[in-house]
């Protein structure tokens, strides 16, 4: 199986940052999309931001311009630097990881444990 553990989050004061680490473990073959979701009480989870195994961003309207997605893929590792954060951002950050298990044919999605992320003055 493919485990995914976070990493970062906590308090910080509006306009501050964070970094969200993501690390994946475990029988992987291969790890195609990575990403980062959040959610908050009563919504869906929404996508912040993903990245492709080639370094192809995406991210969410909201977060553009602030937050950026990086992977290092020798470490099967995920990132998200959050600045100029602001109070809406606070969520649950959850990462994902698209991944073919090591004798497995089709890829899964596999979810981390989520970290919380607070901003507030």
């Known amino acids: 199986q493919v485990q995914l553990v976070e990493s970062g989050g906590g308090l910080a004061q509006p306009g501050g940052s964070l970094r969200l680490s993501c690390a994946a473990s475990g029988s992987i073959f291969s790890i195609n999309t990575m990403g980062w979701h959040r959610q908050t009480p009563g919504k869906q989870r929404e996508l912040v931001a993903s990245?492709?195994?080639?370094?192809?961003?995406n991210y969410a309207d909201s977060v553009k311009g602030r937050f950026t997605i990086s992977r290092d893929n020798a470490k099967n590792t995920v990132y998200l630097q959050m600045n100029s954060l602001k109070p809406e951002d606070t969520a649950v950050y959850y990462c994902n990881a698209i991944a073919v298990p090591t004798g497995g044919t089709y890829s899964r999605s596999y979810w981390g444990q989520g970290t919380q992320v607070t901003v507030s003055s």
């Open positions: 990245i492709t195994k080639g370094g192809s961003t």
